[in-house]
């Protein structure tokens, strides 16, 4: 779990995201339940978590926040996606 939040980390920087406190509590709590699905694995399996959070928040936001020019991103927008992503 913890080297999938640090990925977590790395690739939101890398994506010029932003995690809010209450994120990282979900991301902290629901990393370790990622399952590997098909081509999902590893990294990737990682990566699709972040992606998917972040197209979680722009298809459901009434207004996009952005600090900056990164965009935050909530306990919200992650909440249930790693049993989405595992198939539970």
């Known amino acids: ?6 990925l977590v980390r790395l690739l939101a920087e890398e994506r010029s995201l932003r995690l809010g ?7 902290n709590r629901e990393v370790g339940s990622l399952r590997p699905r098909g081509r999902l694995t590893g990294a990737r399996l990682v990566e699709a978590y972040l992606d998917r959070a972040a197209t ?3 298809g459901s936001a009434d207004a996009t926040q952005a600090i900056g020019s990164a965009l935050s991103l909530t306990a919200a927008d992650f909440e249930g996606l790693a049993a989405e992503l595992s198939g539970c």
């Open 56 to 58: 979680r928040h722009l």
């Open 21 to 27: 406190a209450d994120a990282w509590e979900v991301v």
């Open 1 to 6: 779990p913890q080297a999938r939040a640090a």
